[in-house]
């Protein structure tokens, strides 16, 4: 008998990608496809997770319950009212240096180099990183404002509490491409150190635990132009909570700056961002 000669497999079948259109969906597929990967971290390192969501309850608890009763809101209002956005405002910017720390961590650990050799879109890697990052900080609101809501604040109605948390997470974008930007940046473990105590001061100047009012004029004028300062009065408008008194035309306009900061963040730091990872892929 003659031995019949196997033929190979045919390859298989690639959808067209020529188009804006077939480039853009397949963009998405590669961005939800990375996004799942950097979620399925999250059954591995429940830990993590775990103390991400805590920490901001345990920021919310300090404050209300060991300086609340010392504090006054200028203007008139209740404390927790003022404080319960204040720390929403927080939980939007604690939290990048984790995401730094997943960037360099793939950078070091040579999964950059296994995503350089794949056919996938140039945004894909950046974008799927911070879609899961989004996500998680998405699940930290809803129960940070769980807790807020166990502690006495309401805010005013259902809608505007959804818009609000609209402005929460869209300033987070624009702080997750910051910190993508930065990791693929610096590349180096001991630079997320350095970006987390530069947190702190930053968050801190702002509205989020005191009204600007009761700061000398100079730093009352930063603090209100502070990307978190608009975003915290924002919020505060929309859930009826008191704002303080005073305040310039950063305070007045803070809606429309809660709006144009975080768009103008993120379309700086995602083009940074995606072209640094282009140039690391050549």
């Known amino acids: 008998m003659t031995a019949t000669a196997q033929l190979p497999a045919p390859a298989p079948v690639v959808p067209e990608r020529e188009g804006w259109t077939g480039r853009l969906r397949w963009a998405v597929a590669d961005a939800l496809t990375v996004t799942a990967r950097d979620v399925a971290h999250w059954r591995r390192q429940p830990g993590a997770l775990l103390v991400g969501?805590?920490?901001p309850v345990l920021m919310l608890v300090m404050f209300l319950y060991l300086l609340g009763g010392g504090m006054a809101v200028?203007?008139?209002g209740s404390y927790r009212d003022f404080l319960?956005?204040?720390v929403l405002g927080l939980a939007v910017v604690f939290g990048l240096e984790a995401t730094m720390t997943a960037v360099v961590t793939d950078v070091g650990r040579g999964i950059?180099?296994?995503?350089?050799?794949?056919?996938?879109?140039p945004s894909a890697v950046v974008a799927g990183r911070c879609l899961a990052d989004l996500a998680s900080s998405a699940l930290g609101l809803a129960v940070l404002a769980l807790a807020g809501v166990l502690v006495g604040w309401r805010p005013?109605?259902?809608?505007?509490?959804?818009?609000?948390?609209?402005?929460?997470?869209?300033?987070?974008?624009?702080?997750?491409?910051?910190?993508?930007?930065?990791?693929?940046?610096?590349?180096?473990?001991?630079?997320?150190?350095?970006?987390?105590?530069?947190?702190?001061?930053?968050?801190?100047l702002s509205?989020?635990?005191?009204?600007?009012?009761?700061?000398?004029?100079?730093?009352?004028?930063?603090?209100?132009?502070?990307?978190l300062a608009a975003t915290v009065t924002a919020v505060r408008r929309l859930s009826g909570d008191p704002v303080g008194t005073?305040?310039?035309?950063?305070?007045?306009?803070?809606?429309?700056?809660?709006?144009?900061?975080?768009?103008?963040?993120?379309?700086v730091f995602?083009?940074?961002?995606v072209r640094r990872w282009q140039g690391l892929s050549r």
Do not use: K
Request: proline residues 8%; neutral net charge.
């Open 84 to 86: 319960v956005p204040g």
């Open 270 to 273: 995602a083009t940074l961002a």
């Open 74 to 76: 200028p203007g008139g």
């Open 112 to 121: 950059t180099d296994r995503f350089r050799s794949m056919p996938m879109a």
């Open 207 to 227: 509205n989020a635990f005191v009204a600007t009012s009761t700061m000398p004029g100079w730093l009352a004028t930063v603090a209100e132009w502070n990307p």
């Open 246 to 267: 005073g305040g310039g035309w950063a305070t007045e306009h803070a809606t429309l700056l809660a709006v144009v900061w975080p768009v103008v963040l993120s379309v």
């Open 156 to 204: 005013d109605g259902v809608g505007p509490a959804v818009a609000a948390f609209g402005l929460l997470l869209l300033l987070r974008v624009g702080f997750l491409w910051f910190g993508i930007w930065l990791g693929l940046l610096v590349r180096d473990p001991a630079s997320v150190t350095a970006v987390q105590i530069l947190v702190w001061p930053f968050a801190f």
């Open 53 to 55: 969501l805590l920490f």
